[in-house]
């Protein structure tokens, strides 16, 4: 199924961030970037829903994925039955 929401927390210059945001545009996944560094409301909000700091996080249609690498989204995605 397509997912309705991806909403992508994400920390400048952090190596995992960049490598989320490859995979999602690889796979012409449209999604919200939402920096947390720049954003104290994103940041709020990403320790609200994964209780930690650690980006990048990823919430797709209320399901959450916290501090992970690209291997670990494409795992999770893929586990999720969301379409990529």
Do not use: H
């Not at 796979?27 to 709020?44: F, H, M, Q, T």
């Amino acid at each position: 199924m397509k997912p309705k929401s991806v909403r992508l927390f994400v920390k400048p210059g952090c190596p995992w961030c960049t490598e989320a945001v490859e995979w999602l545009d690889a796979k012409g996944i449209p999604y919200e970037l939402l920096d947390v560094i720049r954003n104290s409301k994103a940041r709020a909000e990403m320790f609200e829903l994964t209780g930690q700091t650690k980006a990048p996080s990823v919430e797709v249609d209320g399901e959450v994925l916290a501090d992970f690498g690209a291997d670990e989204l494409e795992v999770w995605w893929e586990g999720s039955g969301f379409d990529a």
